[in-house]
């Protein structure tokens, strides 16, 4: 079974800048797809951005486009969104996931493992 951990969530104000980082162990990292997704209160679980295996193919949600980044280092096992221009709206606890089946590469039912969030605020 794999743990993920992140960190790096906090408060930031409206335009400021914010890197979350999920480290995983217990499986073998680099052969799966990684996710972050978020989740707002109120609201339902939202995918935010996907790494394929080998960091070629990434996916992002419409809205961060252009803000968000997601990376990878397989050599330490961790995952990284880079999160610039950052909005009141992008307020919500992130989640990072492991991807265990195929499917959707935005439904958060084919990821398998989860971590335990981070909050990110936004002030405006």
């Known amino acids: 079974q794999v743990q993920l951990v992140e960190s790096g969530g906090g408060l930031v104000q409206t335009g400021g800048s914010l890197r979350l980082s999920c480290a995983a162990s217990?499986?073998?990292?680099?052969?799966?797809?990684m996710g972050w997704f978020r989740q707002a209160p109120g609201k339902e679980r939202e995918f935010v951005s996907s790494?394929?295996?080998?960091?070629?193919?990434?996916y992002y949600l419409d809205s961060v486009k252009g803000r968000f980044t997601i990376s990878r280092d397989n050599a330490k096992k961790t995952v990284y969104l880079q999160m610039n221009s950052l909005k009141p709206e992008d307020t919500a606890v992130y989640y990072c996931?492991?991807?265990?089946?195929?499917?959707?590469?935005?439904?958060?039912?084919?990821?398998?493992?989860w971590g335990q969030g981070t909050q990110v605020t936004v002030s405006s």
């Open positions: 217990g499986r073998t990292f680099s052969s799966y797809t």
């Open positions: 996931a492991l991807r265990s089946q195929l499917g959707s590469y935005n439904d958060y039912k084919t990821f398998g493992s």
């Open positions: 790494i394929s295996p080998s960091a070629i193919t990434t």
